[in-house]
């Protein structure tokens, strides 16, 4: 009498395959929200203070607590995906057991809803407070956007052209009988409006601790606004590919300074430049510099 055999391969200890069930879904969660719960005023409350540009102005402290936020924000989903990658790496590795193939993944609609509603909601607070909190009434345009910004603070404030050029800046005080300097100075607790405009290619002007950025380009007027809250040094340097020595176009010089020192400085800028004044173009946002000259 015959045996009959099957034919179907015989199971071995570790070759069934369980697609993964949702308590590691529930693990990550949890791993994910401890770190997160630790790691997040650690980087709001430590690493925030001294993140840039600074507080040395309205606009940089402003700045500086976007960038606080943001980067609170971010820690979580950061977190997240690192938890992620780790745990799969660790639990779902290829320990070396003859394993059959895991079943077809379709997807899960309910992750996916809840990943794009998260997501969407993230990058939309991101660029609406970020842009009403640097932009808004109150602290005046943060980056410049042409002669007509969106918001200007109130109050008078002090105009002082940026004028930039292969490879320097020089700065021209309007109201000041049209001086124009190789050194940038200006009062503490007083807006200082930055009419930014170029002679020759595209430069931008950047001064670094005042949180303040505009491009510089010829035959264009940017405004931009910035509030001094200390006085001290700033750096200046271009922030736009210029040319053979825009590594070279920096300023280590610039300061802020109490308006009675300001005042001081300013006098002996007109008595310095008094005879070469009448020698400057009539005091314009934009100039139309012969290039001919230039190019030698």
């Known amino acids: 009498m015959g045996s009959s055999v099957s034919s179907e391969p015989t199971a071995t200890p570790g070759s069934e395959t369980r697609p993964p069930g949702p308590k590691h879904g529930r693990r ?29 102005t309205l606009q940089a402290g402003r700045q500086q607590t976007i960038n606080t936020i943001l980067a609170g924000i971010v820690t979580p989903v950061v977190l997240g995906i690192i938890v992620y990658v780790l745990y799969a790496l660790i639990v779902f590795r290829d320990r070396g057991e003859a394993q059959a193939e895991g079943p077809p993944i379709r997807g899960d609609r309910r992750v996916v809803t809840v990943w794009l ?3 969407v909601a993230i990058v939309v607070f991101a660029v609406s407070y970020g842009t009403w909190d640097w932009m808004g009434p109150g602290v005046g345009s ?39 300097t190789q050194e940038l100075v200006i009062p503490v ?16 002007f950047w001064a670094v601790e ?12 940017n405004v931009v606004y910035v509030r001094p ?15 053979l020595w825009h590594g070279q176009m920096y300023q280590l010089t610039p300061r802020v300074a109490t308006q009675a020192e300001f005042e001081s400085w300013i006098g002996r800028q007109q008595q310095q430049y008094a005879d070469i004044v009448r020698y400057l173009p009539p005091y314009s946002h934009v100039y139309d510099p012969a290039p001919q000259y230039r190019a030698g």
């Not at 007083?190 to 931008?204: G, K, N, P, Q, W």
């Not at 005042?210 to 007027?221: I, S």
């Not at 809250?229 to 040319?243: K, N, Q, V, Y």
């Open 28 to 56: 990550i969660a949890l791993i994910s929200l401890v770190l997160s719960a630790v790691a997040t005023p650690i980087v709001v409350l430590v690493w925030g203070p001294h993140l840039p540009p600074g507080d040395a």
């Open 117 to 119: 509603a998260v997501t």
């Open 142 to 180: 943060g980056s410049a956007q042409g002669p007509e910004p969106i918001a200007r603070p109130a109050g008078e404030s002090l105009e002082v052209q940026v004028i930039a050029q292969q490879w320097q800046f020089t700065f021209r005080y309007p109201s000041y009988g049209g001086i124009q």
């Open 189 to 204: 607790g007083r807006y200082t409006e930055f009419h930014v405009t170029s002679l020759d290619v595209i430069h931008a």
């Open 210 to 221: 005042l949180g303040v950025k505009a491009d510089a380009v010829p035959g264009a007027d």
């Open 229 to 243: 809250e200390r006085t001290g040094p700033f750096h200046i340097r271009c922030a736009e590919l210029c040319g």
